[in-house]
């Protein structure tokens, strides 16, 4: 049996492979890919962490968004009821717009405005808008204004006799 093992051994085939010749992945010659994976990661980890922040930040401008245009429905469908008879009709449609903001209990807008304007005769506009609260982007000075604008033609009676006119 020994005399076996040496004839193996001269002919190069006994023992284990070496790392050099290939047997256990590879050697460290130049066309090595150890640490490639580590490089990998450190290049693409900063991208897909903006990517996801990118993604909160596009949340948070849409949800603030939805928002502002439910508080200007509001204050328009106040507006569109209170302008054929209500001289005071922009301060009442400004105040539900803002009511409505305070009781969805969001602090996504910073200072909300809300801003009545249109002809009492014809159709009539609330507009709510405010600087995004929250960014995800701070260190940018990112500062994001929301504006949504809702509105409609005024409710009221409108006789042929005169014109279509309230």
């Excluded at 990517?51 to 968004?65: D, S």
């Excluded at 803002?98 to 159709?123: H, S």
């Excluded at 260190?139 to 005024?154: E, M, N």
Aim: hydrophobic letters at 45%.
């Amino acid at each position: 049996m020994r005399q076996q093992a040496r004839r193996r051994a001269g002919r190069g085939q006994a023992g284990p492979r070496r790392r050099s010749e290939g047997g256990w992945g590879g050697g460290r010659g130049a066309g090595s890919d150890r640490g490639v994976s580590t490089v990998e990661l450190a290049v693409l980890a900063p991208a897909l962490l903006m990517l996801c922040m990118l993604i909160v930040q596009f949340g948070l401008w849409f949800n603030a968004r939805q928002a502002a245009l439910a508080a200007a429905q509001a204050g328009a469908l106040v507006a569109r009821q209170d302008a054929a008879t209500d001289p005071g009709w922009q301060s009442a449609a400004q105040t539900a717009a803002t009511k409505y903001y305070r009781e969805l209990n969001t602090k996504l807008l910073g200072k909300l405005k809300a801003t009545a304007w249109g002809r009492p005769t014809a159709n009539v506009y609330v507009t709510v808008s405010g600087p995004l609260g929250y960014s995800v982007f701070p260190f940018f000075g990112l500062h994001l204004t929301i504006s949504a604008t809702a509105g409609g033609p005024v409710e009221c009676f409108r006789p042929a006799s005169l014109g279509g006119v309230c």
